[in-house]
Structure formats: structure tokens, C-alpha cells
């Protein structure tokens, strides 16, 4: 197979086309150029060329993979999963997101910790965080870590309950929309249960 036009890329520094005499273009890396020895006008044999297809695969997962990652903070899983969806392999898209873990672009210990401190300041409990966590793609072994970048629950459930409490707690009604909305954010029910505790003594005081 002949390599009919090699050219920049005009959309990605140090990028180049390789435009095939079938009609098929391979997108490399300057690094790819200088290690497989590429001209234009070079006859690639069937070895090459399919170590120069694979070699292109992966450096675009890796492309697509660093692109996604400027963008916003995500898991080493969420990553590998992104890039599946937009069409690389299993095998380029795991090998992408080691890529980037290994020169420190992703970090799923400090990623675990900004959501728990992100799902804290915005009135949550911890088993909301460990949902976040584990949709995520988190490792469950960073979790118990993470959690400790939470508020005290108590501080937080008072300041909620504070904020939430539209009329008297004594009343079963209300107390039950306080508590299940509570519940829904994660807290535990003994956590909750000993909040509205010292808030109704509080008010009887």
C-alpha cells in the first residue's frame, strides 16, 4: 500500500495525514512519522501498515482521551467508558486512560475527594456520596478517603433542618417530610433521628 499524500493536519499540532492509495487517511503523530520512517510516495508492506493502523488507533484514543479530560475532571472508569462510546476500542481506551493516570492527568483518590467535598458543601450525606462514587466508576477502596473530606453530618443536618422546617416538628406530617427528605440526601436515620431531636428540644426551649 502506497502513501500517496503526507501532510500537517491543519485541526492538531504536531499531527499528520497520511492519505492511503485507497483512499483511507491515518492520522499520526509526529512520533509516528519518525518511527515507522514515513514519506510520501513509501510502499508500506501488510506488516507495517497494520502496525502503523494499530499504532493510529491508539494515539487517537489517546487524543481523544486527553481532550475530554481538559475539559472536565472524571474517573479513570468514566474516561475509559467515554471513549468506548465514541468509538475506540476497549483495548486503546484503557490503555489511553493508563496514559494519563501514569503522567498524573487523571487521579481517581483526589477526583473521589472534590466530589465528596462538592456533595458536602451542597448538603449531602455520605451515602449519597458513595452513590456518586460507585456511578462514578470510583474504586471502592478510595471511598473511606474521600468521606472523610465530608462535614460533620450533625452540622450539616442542623443547619438543613433549620433551613427546611416550614412548621412544628411535633407535627407528624411535617416531621415525616423533614425526615424523608433528609433520607433522600443520603443521611443516615440515626443521624437524622438524633437532629431532629436536639431541633424539637431546642424549640421547647
Do not use: C
Not at 79 to 84: A, D, I, K
Request: proline share 2%; charged share 40%.
Amino acid at each position: 500500500m502506497r502513501i500517496v499524500e503526507l501532510k500537517p493536519s491543519r485541526h492538531g499540532q504536531g499531527r499528520f495525514l497520511a492519505k492511503l492509495e485507497d483512499g483511507d487517511i491515518l492520522r499520526l503523530t509526529e512520533e509516528e512519522l519518525l518511527r515507522f520512517r514515513l514519506r510520501q510516495g513509501m510502499e508500506l508492506d501488510g506488516e507495517t501498515l497494520e502496525a502503523l493502523r494499530a499504532s493510529a488507533k491508539a494515539s487517537k484514543a489517546k487524543a481523544a482521551a486527553a481532550n475530554i479530560i481538559g475539559s472536565r475532571a472524571l474517573s479513570k472508569r468514566e474516561l475509559t467508558r467515554r471513549l468506548v462510546k465514541k468509538g475506540s476500542d476497549e483495548t486503546d481506551a484503557q490503555a489511553a486512560a493508563d496514559w494519563l493516570e501514569d503522567i498524573g492527568a487523571v487521579n481517581d483518590a483526589a477526583y473521589a475527594a472534590s466530589l465528596a467535598r462538592h456533595y458536602g458543601e451542597k448538603g449531602y450525606g455520605p451515602q449519597r456520596v458513595r452513590e456518586e462514587l460507585r456511578r462514578r466508576g470510583v474504586d471502592r477502596a478510595l471511598w473511606d478517603e474521600a468521606l472523610e473530606e465530608l462535614p460533620d453530618p450533625a452540622e450539616i443536618l442542623d443547619r438543613l433542618i433549620q433551613k427546611k422546617s416550614g412548621g412544628d416538628l411535633r407535627d407528624r406530617k411535617e416531621l415525616k417530610r423533614i425526615s424523608d427528605g433528609l433520607l433522600r440526601r443520603g443521611f443516615a436515620w440515626g443521624d437524622v433521628k438524633d437532629a431532629l431531636r436536639r431541633y424539637t428540644e431546642i424549640e421547647e426551649d
